[in-house]
Nanobody, 124 residues
Framework: QVQLVESGGGLVQAGGSLRLSCAASGRTFSNYDMAWFRQAPGKEREFVARISWSGSTTNYADSVKGRFTISRDNAKNTMYLQMNSLKPEDTAVYYC?????????????????WGQGTQVTVSA
């Protein structure tokens, strides 16, 4: 199956921007729908954004809609999350995840491959 590695996290001030990347290796990247999830200390892992295998369909959590943009480049086996207008409540470990294409789900339990996570910290 595919292996995933996130990068691009860091410390940023409120109102700033970060771009996360998720590099995939192994199986054919375009066989997978992809998503970003995040987990803040003491909280459950939550859905952030999803993109279909072709990139034609995207979904966002209400809390990030209009501020975050998910995208992918199948030729580069990479998915991205552009995060703008960051808020302190966006502070979390961000994980990329993959599910077999056509499942079209935002439930974490349907994603069978996960990266190790990258820390995003937004200061007030």
């Amino acid at each position: 199956q595919v292996q995933l590695v996130e990068s691009g996290g860091g410390l940023v001030q409120a109102g700033g921007s970060l771009r996360l990347s998720c590099a995939a290796s192994g199986r054919t990247f375009s066989n997978y729908d992809m998503a970003w999830f995040r987990q803040a200390p003491g909280k459950e892992r939550e859905f952030v954004a999803r993109i279909s295998w072709s990139g034609s369909t995207t979904n966002y959590a209400d809390s990030v809609k209009g501020r975050f943009t998910i995208s992918r480049d199948n030729a580069k086996n990479t998915m991205y999350l552009q995060m703008n207008s960051l808020k302190p409540e966006d502070t979390a470990v961000y994980y990329c995840a993959a599910q077999p294409k056509y499942l079209a789900s935002i439930l974490a339990s349907t994603y069978n491959v996960w990266g190790q996570g990258t820390q995003v910290t937004v200061s007030a």
